[in-house]
């Protein structure tokens, strides 16, 4: 049952271009899964703004968040001590139990966020975990030095070259012969589906669509799979790769 909940800013800093790194405090323990995400209030505007649980533990919870307009501007504006109110216990997660010994987790920009607690979850579970995160630029990139400190196997491209290999996340994924692995990848929709293109093994996808109501009565969030239309809000935001098709 999602719920309504207020948490206190412990910290609020500046991580890359316009990237920002929040972690809230209050009571946690309803986050069952990596992948799931809270749904932010905003000062002056109806629609709430869905962002994904980047790490979390029974008392902190930190979200990562790339300032584009009005409500992510106003969150890098609130300082330590004051409260956000959120939505939460949202989103379906990642289905950890469907990954065997060894995975490949691909992360996108601000789809780089919910991979970091998976990835911590599946070394846990002594999972050979390799990553591949993709950024515009070297001054959009975080938290591959964290990502490092948990796996050896972590390779980065930036579109511009200024880090990494210069190119796509699926350039990377080809250069090193990846794409037979199963996967769980979050990043924006044009890169899901190069990656479900491209991906031969079992892959669980989430999407960061743009929302309306966030609560399953709008369909402004679906995406098309075999059995029908999915809201991304409800029956998401992680999608299974054997159940998706895409709009042309
Ligand atoms: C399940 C889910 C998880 C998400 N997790 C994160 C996260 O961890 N970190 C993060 O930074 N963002 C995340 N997003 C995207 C985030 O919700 C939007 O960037 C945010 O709502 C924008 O609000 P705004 O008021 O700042 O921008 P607005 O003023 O509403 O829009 C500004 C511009 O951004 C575009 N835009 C708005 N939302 C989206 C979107 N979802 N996708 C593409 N373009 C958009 C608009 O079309 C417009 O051009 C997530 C989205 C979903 C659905
Ligand atoms: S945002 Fe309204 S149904 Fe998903």
Request: charged share 20%; glycine share 10%.
């Amino acid at each position: 049952m999602n719920k309504i909940q207020d948490y206190q800013i412990i910290s609020n800093v500046l991580l890359a271009k316009k990237t920002y790194e929040m972690t809230l405090t209050g009571d946690f323990s309803w986050v069952k899964n990596c992948g799931q995400f809270i749904n932010i209030s905003i000062d002056n505007k109806f629609l709430k703004r869905p962002i994904s649980i980047c790490d979390f533990s029974e008392n902190e919870l930190v979200i990562i968040y790339k300032v584009v307009g009005y409500g992510t501007d106003f969150l890098a504006n609130l300082k330590v001590g004051d409260s956000i109110n959120c939505l939460i216990d949202l989103g379906n997660g990642y289905n950890l139990d469907l990954v065997n010994d060894k995975c490949l987790l691909i992360g996108g920009g601000v789809g780089v966020p919910p991979l970091y607690s998976t990835c911590k979850k599946l070394v846990e579970k002594s999972v050979k975990v390799s990553v591949v995160l993709g950024f515009t630029s070297v001054s959009d990139m975080f938290y591959v030095d964290k990502f490092k400190e948990l796996t050896s196997d972590v390779f980065v491209s930036t579109n511009d070259g200024t880090y990494g290999d210069k190119g796509f996340v699926t350039d990377v994924i080809v250069k090193n012969n990846l794409s037979g692995m199963d996967y769980l990848t979050c990043g924006p929709e044009v890169m899901l589906k190069g990656v479900h293109k491209l991906m031969t093994g079992h892959g669980q996808l989430s999407f960061e669509a743009r929302m309306g109501c966030g609560f399953g009565a709008c369909m402004g969030c679906s995406c098309k799979t075999v059995s029908g239309y999915k809201r991304i809000c409800v029956e998401g935001p992680i999608m299974q790769s054997e159940d998706l098709l895409w709009n042309d």
